[in-house]
T-cell receptor, first 111, second 112 residues
Framework: GQNIDQPTEMTATEGAIVQINCTYQ??????LFWYQQHAGEAPTFLSY????GLEEKGRFSSFLSRSKGYSYLLLKELQMKDSASYLC????????????FGQGTTLQVKP | DVKVTQSSRYLVKRTGEKVFLECVQD?????MFWYRQDPGLGLRLIYF???????EKGDIPEGYSVSREKKERFSLILESASTNQTSMYLC???????????FGQGTRLTVV
């Protein structure tokens, strides 16, 4: 079966660091994606991991451990505009580009 | 800039109506997808298409059909709308094997 788990909600303080975890159990694996979605808007691409390790992109980093079926998104120097939902998704290995999503984590950044 | 455009942001339809949701992309992507997004359930794949006139069922295809007559356009059809199809519908497109899928703004459909 396909199962991707993320916490439903998180709260953090402006300027702090927050880590959003994602665990997955899927029948195949061809990369893990993180998307950001502000309320009422389209999801936008944040990061992609296919090999184990940390990918850093500015204030955002994403980590993958394939053996553990685990990823996290790390957000540093939080800003109010980072309040959004963060979606973890695993790509199907069939090369159709099909993405399997978790339920998303709603992050609220407080002053 | 890649653009994925969905024809309506908000729609209200009556139970039993036939509903068409349209999606157009301007990047010559082969792959196109329809998802629905519900609170607590995340995005769930309804149908996808990897070429003109080709389609495959996703995880929740019941009550839906799709049409891909041209590469840039992928339509989602609710044959007979029901209240449990009230949801946010998101279209996406990508190149095969691409590291990124691009999403439209979404259509919030309410069936009354």
């Amino acid at each position: 079966g396909q199962n991707i788990d993320q916490p439903t909600e998180m709260t953090a303080t402006e300027g702090a660091i927050v880590q959003i975890n994602c665990t997955y159990q899927t029948s195949g694996f061809n990369g893990l994606f993180w998307y950001q979605q502000h309320a009422g808007e389209a999801p936008t691409f944040l990061s992609y991991n296919v090999l184990d390790g940390l990918e850093e992109k500015g204030r955002f980093s994403s980590f993958l451990s394939r053996s553990k079926g685990y990823s996290y998104l790390l957000l540093k120097e939080l800003q109010m505009k980072d309040s959004a939902s963060y979606l973890c998704a695993v790509r199907d290995p069939s090369n159709t580009g099909k993405l399997i999503f978790g339920q998303g984590t709603t992050l609220q950044v407080k002053p | 800039d890649v653009k994925v455009t969905q024809s309506s942001r908000y729609l209200v339809k009556r139970t039993g109506e036939k509903v068409f949701l349209e999606c157009v992309q301007d990047m010559d992507h082969e792959n196109m997808f329809w998802y629905r997004q519900d609170p607590g359930l995340g995005l769930r794949l309804i149908y996808f298409s990897y070429d003109v006139k080709m389609k495959e069922k996703g995880d929740i295809p019941e009550g839906y059909s799709v049409s891909r007559e041209k590469k840039e356009r992928f339509s989602l059809i609710l044959e007979s709308a029901s209240t449990n199809q009230t949801s946010m519908y998101l279209c996406a497109s990508s190149f095969p094997g691409s590291t990124e899928a691009f999403f439209g703004q979404g259509t919030r459909l309410t069936v009354v």
